[in-house]
């Protein structure tokens, strides 16, 4: 059983962990990168081949257009509600939401300039990378819903996906990339502390009652 104290800390630590990144990175000015961002996206630019560009381009398509915005909340929150789930819908809403306010509060408050060489039209503010964030998001609320491994696995391995083809479009510096996993991750965890202990909450006796009246004989 997940404790919600330490949910809550981890949570507070990775928000406060991404504010303090942002305000390092862009202490110089918000239009001068860090050595380590220059040094990464020279990286990049030097292996954008057409099969890493076309596999970027479309995990920017998934990760930020209307499918992302839409379509996939939509489709997990359906998901949940025809399985009878109605309070892990309430959670994956509320934590998707409170990730997308963080990462605009923060790309306000930080105002930081993209990489001149970036491949894809964009919004205002580097930092943090709101596709990642959200990757992130999702991940941690499959974890915290479905407790397994292979869950785990698969969403450590889009998290890193998303945040490679954002600095592989240079679109993004890795540092917003890292602050992107440092909100979505904190978010996500403050609301399980939160919210956890009622989603996982049993069931009444009148909704098993109801449940066994429906199942055949």
Not at 26 to 38: E, K, L
Not at 39 to 66: A, K
Not at 75 to 99: G, M
Not at 114 to 136: C, K, Q, W, Y
Request: net charge positive; aromatic share 8%.
């Amino acid at each position: 059983m997940t404790r919600r104290p330490a949910l809550l800390w981890w949570g507070i630590g990775c928000v406060l962990a991404a504010m303090a990144l942002g305000a390092a990175m862009t202490a110089p000015g918000p239009d001068i990168p860090s050595a380590m961002d220059r040094g990464w996206n020279r990286l990049m630019i030097g292996i954008q081949t057409p099969l890493l560009l076309s596999f970027s381009e479309v995990m920017n398509e998934v990760g930020g257009s209307w499918a992302a915005t839409y379509v996939i909340p939509l489709a997990i929150l359906a998901a949940l509600l025809i399985a009878r789930r109605w309070r892990a819908a309430a959670f994956v809403a509320v934590s998707l939401l409170a990730s997308v306010l963080a990462v605009q509060l923060l790309k306000q408050l930080f105002g930081r300039a993209r990489p001149e060489e970036m491949l894809v039209i964009s919004d205002f503010g580097s930092f943090p990378s709101g596709h990642t964030a959200n990757a992130a998001t999702l991940a941690v609320i499959a974890v915290l819903l479905f407790p397994r491994l292979w869950v785990l696995i698969v969403g450590i391995i889009w998290t890193i996906a998303m945040a490679f083809s954002r600095t592989l479009l240079s679109v993004h510096w890795l540092s917003d990339t890292i602050g992107g996993v440092l909100v979505g991750v904190g978010t996500v965890l403050i609301v399980g502390a939160l919210m956890l202990k009622w989603v996982r909450r049993p069931r009444s006796a009148a909704d098993m009652s109801r449940t066994m009246k429906r199942s055949p004989e």
